[in-house]
T-cell receptor, first 113, second 113 residues
Framework: NAGVTQTPKFQVLKTGQSMTLQCAQDMNHNSMYWYRQDPGMGLRLIYYSASEGTTDKGEVPNGYNVSRLNKREFSLRLESAAPSQTSVYFC????????????FGDGTRLSIL | GNSVTQMEGPVTLSEEAFLTINCTYTATGYPSLFWYVQYPGEGLQLLLKATKADDKGSNKGFEATYRKETTSFHLEKGSVQVSDSAVYFCALNSGGSNYKLTFGKGTLLTVNP
């Protein structure tokens, strides 16, 4: 019962490098989300996808792009990494309807040097 | 806009002590309220939720009551255990069918034996 799987778990990049964070869920959920977690800031929404084929900006989208490849997969891309993007990134998914909870992956710890 | 304010941590307690973590919110309409827990090195897990005023969410000995008159959703547990050591996040549903969560900054709880 994998749930939400994120890869890689850890990554170190140099400023200016590009990187794609992968996320896949096996729960047949319609909606998927990308957050970043920084000390003292809680979780902030970067992008979300309400359903396959749609994506929308969240609270902090600058410097990121996303792709909803299919119903299972939602990737986050950093085109030109900056030190300010050093963070822990979480992917989440949920079933549409009512107040179904979001289910989170274990995170990707990304350091930009 | 919507916002969530949690008591700042860290909170350090002895085993079997009573726990309260305060959470207040600002929102339009009638949000649903949630507590998530994050254990070290893991993603967030839903702990409990309440969807309307005066509802009480409960799970694993934790409780929180949705108080519309005070716009609060305080987390309580009568007797904490070492295994409860984690970061606790209060959150609200801030967006219709897209179900965007607004998180507080988190409260680190450490329980000593």
């Amino acid at each position: 019962n994998a749930g939400v799987t994120q890869t890689p778990k850890f990554q170190v990049l140099k400023t200016g490098q590009s990187m794609t964070l992968q996320c896949a869920q096996d729960m047949n959920h319609n909606s998927m989300y990308w957050y970043r977690q920084d000390p003292g800031m809680g979780l902030r929404l970067i992008y979300y996808s309400a359903s396959e084929g749609t994506t929308d900006k969240g609270e902090v989208p600058n410097g990121y792009n996303v792709s909803r490849l299919n119903k299972r997969e939602f990737s986050l891309r950093l085109e030109s990494a900056a030190p300010s993007q050093t963070s822990v990134y979480f992917c989440a998914s949920r079933m549409t309807g009512g107040d179904q909870p979001q289910h989170f992956g274990d995170g990707t710890r990304l350091s930009i040097l | 806009g919507n916002s969530v304010t949690q008591m700042e941590g860290p909170v350090t307690l002895s085993e079997e002590a009573f726990l309260t973590i305060n959470c207040t919110y600002t929102a339009t309409g009638y949000p649903s309220l949630f507590w998530y827990v994050q254990y070290p090195g893991e993603g967030l897990q839903l702990l409990l939720k309440a969807t309307k005023a005066d509802d009480k969410g409960s799970n694993k000995g934790f409780e929180a009551t949705y108080r519309k008159e005070t716009t609060s959703f305080h987390l309580e547990k009568g007797s904490v255990q070492v295994s409860d050591s984690a970061v606790y996040f209060c959150a609200l549903n801030s967006g219709g069918s897209n179900y965007k969560l607004t998180f507080g900054k988190g409260t680190l709880l450490t329980v000593n034996p």
